[in-house]
């Protein structure tokens, strides 16, 4: 029976080197393979690629076996969902074409099995940062985006690839949690239940794994990141759990 909702952030595919971007893939394929047979709908909460832009007829080269493990669970009727990460804010309409797949810009407020889900990637949220989000809000821009269009894929991909050696992906460390005074994400959410109610907040971006009950009635979920926890969320119609993959 498909009635599973399973949710997963921060692959970083791409992100060199390659040999362990490629292994990296083989475990999220397992776990794609694992899930098919229970899942009703899949959410990618962003930073699924390192790196991602969809030129007019060009796509990044790769991720062959991810891709075709998610074109057999379109197949299948699971609905996809992809979200916009601060290294992927660049989809457009190639993975809606191919898969079926819907694509969020930031939040998504869902209704299931009675619950409200608040579901964001999680960057440029909450207080501070005032740097990146004047970038995000750049990055995101028609303007910006018709500029790097212009470059060649060979030297617009190049320069991008060069840019994500120095990101935290790269440097393959494990991120602390920093208290839930310090956690900006969970400063947001407070915030949020101010003026609704919600019943999870699902988050990425952060790339530590938590589940932190914010009152009786909340819980908030970072889905962690796929470099070093392998860490992903699943509703079975009662319950959200937080959980790790091992083959």
Same mark, same amino acid.
């Given at each position: 029976?498909?009635?599973? +909702? &399973?949710? #997963?952030?921060?692959?970083?595919?791409?992100?060199?080197?390659?040999?362990?971007?490629?292994?990296?893939?083989?475990?999220?394929?397992?776990?794609?393979?694992?899930?098919?047979?229970?899942?009703?709908?899949?959410?990618?909460?962003?930073?699924?690629?390192?790196?991602?832009?969809?030129?007019?007829?060009?796509?990044?080269?790769?991720?062959?076996?991810?891709?075709?493990? %998610?074109?057999? %669970?379109?197949?299948?009727? +699971?609905?996809?969902?992809?979200?916009?990460? /601060?290294?992927?804010?660049?989809?457009?309409?190639?993975?809606?074409?191919?898969?079926?797949?819907?694509?969020?810009?930031?939040?998504?407020? %869902?209704?299931?099995?009675?619950?409200?889900?608040?579901?964001?990637?999680?960057?440029?949220?909450?207080?501070?940062?005032?740097?990146?989000?004047?970038?995000?809000?750049?990055?995101?821009?028609?303007?910006?985006?018709?500029?790097? #269009?212009? %470059?060649?894929? /060979?030297?617009?991909?190049? +320069?991008?690839?060069?840019?994500?050696?120095?990101?935290?992906?790269?440097?393959?460390?494990?991120?602390?949690?920093?208290?839930?005074?310090?956690?900006?994400?969970?400063?947001?959410?407070?915030?949020?239940?101010?003026?609704? /109610?919600?019943? &999870?907040?699902?988050?990425?971006?952060?790339?530590?794994?938590?589940?932190?009950?914010?009152?009786?009635?909340?819980?908030?979920? /970072?889905?962690?990141?796929?470099?070093?926890?392998?860490?992903?969320?699943?509703?079975?119609?009662?319950?959200?759990?937080?959980?790790?993959?091992?083959?």
């Amino acid at each position: 029976m498909r009635d599973k +909702i &399973y949710f #997963a952030s921060d692959f970083h595919l791409g992100v060199l080197p390659e040999a362990t971007s490629r292994a990296r893939e083989l475990r999220i394929v397992g776990w794609l393979d694992a899930i098919k047979h229970d899942a009703k709908e899949l959410f990618l909460v962003g930073d699924v690629f390192d790196f991602w832009f969809e030129y007019g007829t060009v796509v990044p080269k790769g991720f062959v076996r991810f891709f075709g493990k %998610l074109a057999e %669970l379109a197949d299948l009727g +699971i609905q996809i969902t992809f979200f916009k990460g /601060n290294h992927d804010m660049w989809m457009f309409g190639y993975l809606q074409k191919e898969l079926g797949a819907r694509i969020v810009d930031d939040e998504l407020l %869902l209704e299931r099995d009675g619950k409200r889900f608040f579901i964001h990637h999680g960057d440029g949220l909450g207080p501070g940062d005032s740097k990146y989000k004047f970038l995000k809000s750049f990055f995101r821009s028609k303007l910006c985006q018709w500029l790097f #269009a212009r %470059l060649h894929p /060979n030297l617009g991909i190049g +320069i991008a690839q060069r840019w994500s050696q120095h990101s935290r992906a790269a440097s393959g460390g494990e991120e602390t949690f920093l208290g839930e005074d310090r956690e900006w994400l969970l400063q947001y959410a407070k915030e949020q239940l101010k003026d609704a /109610n919600y019943d &999870y907040f699902i988050f990425g971006h952060r790339h530590v794994p938590y589940d932190i009950r914010l009152c009786s009635a909340c819980r908030v979920i /970072n889905l962690g990141e796929w470099i070093n926890h392998c860490t992903y969320a699943v509703w079975d119609g009662r319950e959200l759990t937080l959980k790790k993959w091992t083959p």
